[in-house]
């Protein structure tokens, strides 16, 4: 008798487009390919449903008590926290016992509960810890980190990853397995415009909040007309949940720029705005950072300007087009840029190298290929 093919909930924390969202995007593309049947669960209706649905998985919208950008630590105390949790807890349950699914997926490590519902139900779980902070981990994040212990497999991106879960706990340090992240690329990129024209065009793509940082690049344009250098600036993305007044303060200095600063919302398609741009900035204060904007540079063969915190250290090493800078060091942004500008035929003749090497490290039909990998091992085990 031919068994169905395995059925999969898949959890993420997210519902829009940012770059942990796209990535969950990809783990759902990868368990659809070898014909699982996903169940896709988020804690609101967004950009990204839309995109999920038109992959061909199920969506289901549930509480959630954990956003996917709030960072474990920052998370409010007391009854108000534990509120959202049980109600997550209730409508877990309720779904996992509805559909009877042979694995859960968790996204990020934003979802303890849920590893610890799989467990009660008798259910495999694999976690996929995409965005593990390469530093000493806070007690409270150590404690947070306990229930993937539970879980069967915990993808992690790199070595590094996993060597600050050894630290955190000898049990995730065994489950953990080194899985790439994995973009779709353009397929035809074209090079930056050449030669170089004013004003040059500076792009950040990503989540608008303080951790991220895109206020950095605010003071940027000022500083690189002050070196004879006319520029504008293009930030492309949203709020996360709990950083609304970051937006509002981040337009009212746009709109007060004279027009060398433009706020876009949420896009689909990245690829667009990045074939605008000149040189794409990531300007995070803290980690953890996915740095996803910046692999998108490099595939778009556009140079990139990003901070020296340890996850985009470790992820962007031996790229000759990706220049890093002290976190929130706003003319250290500048000087770099300034030197792009300066010899661009040679910043454009590197780009086709560092794309080259971007295609190879993190291709998505092999990210694909593992995450389904790991998720069917676990899946078929149970059957």
Do not use: K
Not at 177 to 193: D, K, N, Q, S, Y
Not at 272 to 296: C, K, M, N, Q
């Amino acid at each position: 008798m031919t068994l169905p093919p395995p059925a999969v909930v898949a959890v993420h924390p997210g519902s829009t487009l940012h770059s942990g969202d796209r990535l969950f995007l990809e783990c759902v593309n990868g368990l659809l390919g070898v014909g699982c049947q996903v169940t896709a669960a988020v804690p609101r209706d967004g950009a990204l449903v839309r995109e999920i649905e038109q992959l061909g998985a199920d969506v289901r919208i549930l509480p959630m008590g954990t956003d996917l950008a709030g960072d474990i630590a920052h998370e409010p105390p007391g009854l108000r926290a534990r509120r959202p949790r049980l109600r997550e807890l209730i409508a877990g349950w309720r779904l996992l016992g509805a559909v009877r699914p042979d694995l859960v997926l968790l996204s990020t490590r934003g979802l303890p509960l849920w590893a610890l519902l799989a467990r009660l139900r008798r259910i495999d779980s694999v976690s996929h810890l995409h965005q593990v902070p390469l530093r000493p981990l806070r007690w409270r994040e150590r404690l947070m980190l306990m229930p993937y212990t539970l879980c069967a497999r915990v993808l992690v991106s790199d070595e590094m990853s996993r060597r600050v879960l050894r630290r955190a706990s000898s049990s995730l340090a065994t489950r953990a397995e080194i899985v790439r992240t994995g973009i779709t690329p353009p397929m035809r990129p074209r090079l930056p415009r050449e030669p170089l024209e004013s004003p040059l065009e500076l792009l950040y793509l990503g989540q608008l909040s303080p951790r991220h940082s895109p206020d950095v690049l605010l003071g940027a344009t000022p500083r690189l007309r002050r070196r004879g250098i006319s520029a504008h600036l293009t930030v492309v993305g949203d709020a996360v949940t709990g950083a609304e007044e970051y937006r509002r303060r981040l337009r009212r200095r746009a709109d007060a720029s004279d027009g060398q600063v433009e706020v876009i919302g949420p896009v689909r398609d990245v690829w667009r705005h990045l074939v605008h741009a000149d040189i794409v900035v990531v300007p995070p204060r803290t980690g953890p950072s996915s740095g996803r904007a910046a692999l998108e540079a490099i595939l778009a063969m556009r140079p990139v300007i990003a901070s020296d915190t340890p996850e985009l250290r470790e992820l962007l090493v031996d790229f000759p087009t990706a220049h890093l800078v002290p976190p929130g060091d706003v003319e250290a942004i500048v000087e770099v840029a300034t030197a792009l500008a300066e010899d661009w035929s040679q910043t454009v003749a590197e780009l086709a190298r560092s794309r080259r090497l971007a295609l190879q490290r993190h291709d998505p039909s092999a990210f694909h290929a593992e995450i389904a990998r790991a998720c069917r091992a676990d899946a078929s085990a149970r059957r």
